[in-house]
């Protein structure tokens, strides 16, 4: 049955609801940037964490059921006003819509944000996204002579000082397609909304150790573990894990990479020598994994959808006499086992195998975020908070005088401002360099 037809409006009537859209849009543009800075805000603190999430981003898929694409992009837009004071306070006024905003950040600059901002009121959203592209395309076309390109060609690898490491690598445009292609398509593998390319990376580098054995133990680094460290509680500082490089490891490190890994037992005399070597066994054999996996499908972890990057765990660790059965072994992805054994979380297994997440303050982890409304929603809601910025239906009007804007001017106007900017750079560097004083 088709739906009943709308009464045709009148002129005045259509009128009347067009500045009422453009109000109500108004509006809420002036609250998407409250949302904005607080998400800013949100995202320098690392709570999102607590949760679970690998990013702030992950986190807003969870908690505001955004997809994956929606989190990211608000959360660069988010960290990119925190630099751009002016574009900021347009937007804090409702004077720029998100869809601008997509664009400008992408190239904004101190330098150039006030052209921007005037490029902005004098063109539609879609010729503004046109015109950032175009600048955009001309900055890259910026080609390096063949010296500083093979200079800038490299891969360094860096220990932090959090005790992470740091990969980086810079590419040919060519060069890193093809390998953003690679790790994009084993992330894609995931469920959708968890697209991890740092993740896909670990597991092609994990599938090039593993070969094409698949019942061979995830973990192959050759970890030197003391048992004193291994339960958690050495009394000598230096009975604790080490690579074979002699990176050292915490013991929580070394009781996640022992759920789930290739374990050889060695005997040693008191001067460290090897008097004695048993054989290499799984932890979790490959028929109980298959059963694992069977059960689980993904990842159990509170939220996580993951079907890849999957760990055994043990939800009462072997070393403390947990047994290796399907009623003490659960999936989890590698990003939460750290979650499990070095960030102070915990999970127990009822009778039924089913599992319940607690936090590292004892609370109970959900799967699924608690929706909370407030007491005041709405248009309403929108209105009285945006109410000392005199909002109307013309504050975000266009200035656009219906001509085709003259791309090539503007691109060089921003290119003006890049100029300016180095300009501005180089003189304060000879003004900062002690033969100026």
């Known amino acids: ?59 807003l898929a969870w908690r505001l059921r955004w997809d994956g694409n929606t989190g990211r992009e608000h959360v660069r837009v988010a960290r990119a006003l925190g630099k751009l004071p002016k574009i900021d306070g347009a937007c804090s006024r409702g004077k720029l819509s998100y869809s601008q905003l997509r664009a400008m950040t992408r190239v904004a600059t101190p330098e150039n944000e006030d052209f921007l901002l005037e490029i902005a009121e004098h063109s539609t959203a879609t010729q503004l996204v046109l015109i950032c592209r175009k600048y955009a ?11 500083e390109d093979a200079d800038r060609r490299r891969i360094t690898k860096r220990d932090l000082d959090d005790g992470m490491v740091s990969i980086n690598v810079t590419l040919h445009p060519d060069e890193a397609e093809l390998v953003w292609a690679a790790v994009t398509r084993i992330a894609k593998e995931r469920a959708p909304g968890e697209l991890s390319r740092v993740d896909a990376l670990v597991e092609m580098a994990d599938q090039v150790v593993r070969g094409t054995s698949p019942e061979r133990s995830p973990t192959e680094i050759v970890v030197t573990i003391p048992v004193q460290a291994l339960e958690g509680h050495a009394a000598d500082e230096l009975a604790m894990a080490t690579t074979q490089d002699g990176t050292c490891l915490s013991s929580q490190a070394a009781q ?23 054989r290499k066994t799984r932890t979790i054999s490959g028929a109980l994994w298959r059963a694992v996996l069977k059960r689980d499908t993904t990842c159990r ?30 999936a989890i992805c590698r990003f939460h086992h750290r979650y499990l054994h070095e960030y102070g979380y915990r999970v127990e297994l009822d009778e039924q195998q089913q599992p319940t997440f607690f936090d590292k303050q004892g609370r109970v982890v959900h799967a699924v975020a608690p929706r909370v409304i407030g007491a005041e929603v709405g248009l309403p809601a ?50 900062s360099s002690p033969s100026s004083r």
């Open 301 to 330: 972890f509170p939220g996580c959808c993951n079907k890849l990057f999957l760990d055994g765990h043990h939800a009462t660790h072997w070393i403390h006499g947990g047994e290796t059965s399907l009623g003490n072994v659960l």
């Open 137 to 147: 395309a001309v900055q890259r076309g910026e080609v390096p002579t063949p010296d």
């Open 382 to 431: 929108l209105v009285r908070a945006n109410a000392s910025l005199a909002i109307t239906a013309t504050t975000a009007l266009s200035r656009w005088d219906g001509d085709e804007p003259n791309y090539g001017w503007i691109v060089d106007g921003l290119l003006a401002a890049d100029r300016r900017r180095d300009v501005s750079a180089e003189t304060s560097a000879v003004d």
């Open 256 to 278: 996640r990479l022992a759920c789930d890994a290739g374990l050889v037992t060695m005997l040693e005399g008191a001067a460290g020598n090897p008097l004695a070597v048993g």
């Open 1 to 59: 049955m088709d739906a009943p037809r709308t009464p045709d409006l009148t002129h005045d009537q259509a009128d009347a609801l067009g500045e009422q859209i453009a109000e109500h849009a108004t509006h809420i543009d002036a609250a998407v940037h409250r949302l904005l800075t607080d998400l800013r805000t949100f995202d320098a603190s690392g709570a999102w964490s607590r949760q679970g999430a690998r990013s702030c981003a992950e986190w």
